[in-house]
């Protein structure tokens, strides 16, 4: 997930499907890495090219073209070919850092689509060098380890979110829709139909891509329902906006590929000041299997509810 931290908090009209519980991180805002920058990444997160040996957290750079002259190596051939991020960011101390920053790094719950392995999360002291690399030389070094819980935190949201899509609807459309008739509480809880984890193949994880400046169609939408309706759709767009790849491991045992959309909210802090994140994650629209989805998880619940169904079993 791309290194970012909460923006000024959006009023509490926005409405966000799946809001996440607050870290206790209060960093300031702005993403270092979705400013522009001459050094940035090539164009395109899929272009072909080996995967790295070591693991390094899937960020991405906005699209940014570069080209390369003479025999010197490019840039790009330094670059992890997953999110065309440095490989090995530094864990040196900076020249004009004052306070040390930890070196370790802490291993995600995410899987890799190269290795049996997951990805691994930046150290404070490389997301600190990354920072100065792209001219942040301002950045707090004492909000660094909160820029950097932040960002686990989020990026572990995220994950979870997919792998509740990848539960319902990677077995098929059929057996999505038995889990999503039960309604969302019914089909989390399980509900004695679906499987266990360790009978549903684990999605993975390819690669990710950062568009915090492409507004997604339903952002959009809402954006156009809050001029309408203000008092219920009202709020600020989305602050970010990633791509997430994911081997999706079907019933078959072919791996497909699918993408996921994420839009990334900030919600009203808590009373102590701790800031509230919303994730509205999805598959995107890419073909009609994809929009089966969708319209099954948001129908399956919507006739859940509205026949009495979940009435019913709290009576039973």
């Known amino acids: 997930m791309g290194w970012f931290w909460a923006e000024p908090a959006a009023s509490p009209g926005l409405v966000a499907p799946h809001p996440l519980t607050s870290s206790n991180a209060t960093p300031p805002p702005g993403c270092p890495m979705h400013a522009a920058s001459t050094s940035s990444s090539p164009t395109s997160s899929q272009k072909s090219s080996p995967f790295p040996t070591g693991g390094s957290c899937p960020v991405k750079a906005p699209n940014n073209p570069m080209t390369t ?26 020249t004009n850092q004052t306070i040390p920053l930890p070196v370790e790094r802490e291993m995600s719950s995410i899987p890799r689509g190269d290795a049996e392995s997951n990805w691994e999360y930046p150290s404070p002291q490389q997301m600190y060098n990354a920072m100065l690399r792209k001219g942040y030389d301002d950045t ?20 979870a979110e997919i792998v509740e899509w990848e539960r319902r609807f990677s077995r098929g459309l059929g057996y999505g829709w038995q889990a999503c008739r039960l309604g969302e509480e019914g089909s989390v809880t399980g509900a004695g139909i679906m499987a266990s984890e360790d009978e549903v193949a684990q999605p993975r994880l390819l690669r990710f891509e950062g568009r915090p400046s492409d507004i997604t169609p339903k952002a959009r939408i809402l954006q156009m329902l809050g001029q309408v309706y203000p008092s219920r759709f009202g709020g600020e767009p989305p602050f970010d906006r990633h791509d997430w790849y994911v081997q999706r491991q079907t019933a078959p045992g072919q791996p497909r590929e699918v993408r996921y959309v994420i839009d990334y909210y900030s919600g009203p802090p808590e009373p102590t000041g701790e800031p509230v994140f919303y994730l509205d994650v999805r598959p995107a629209v890419d073909g009609p299997t994809a929009a089966a989805e969708r319209l099954m998880r948001w129908g399956g619940d919507v006739w859940h509810r509205a026949s009495g169904a979940s009435v019913r079993q709290q009576a039973s």
């Open 69 to 94: 002259n003479g025999p010197e190596p490019s840039t790009l051939s330094k670059l992890n070919p997953l999110n065309y991020m440095p490989s090995n960011l530094s864990q040196t101390r900076a």
């Open 140 to 159: 707090p070094q004492d909000a660094v380890e909160s820029m950097v819980a932040v960002h686990n935190f989020l990026n572990e949201g995220a994950w």
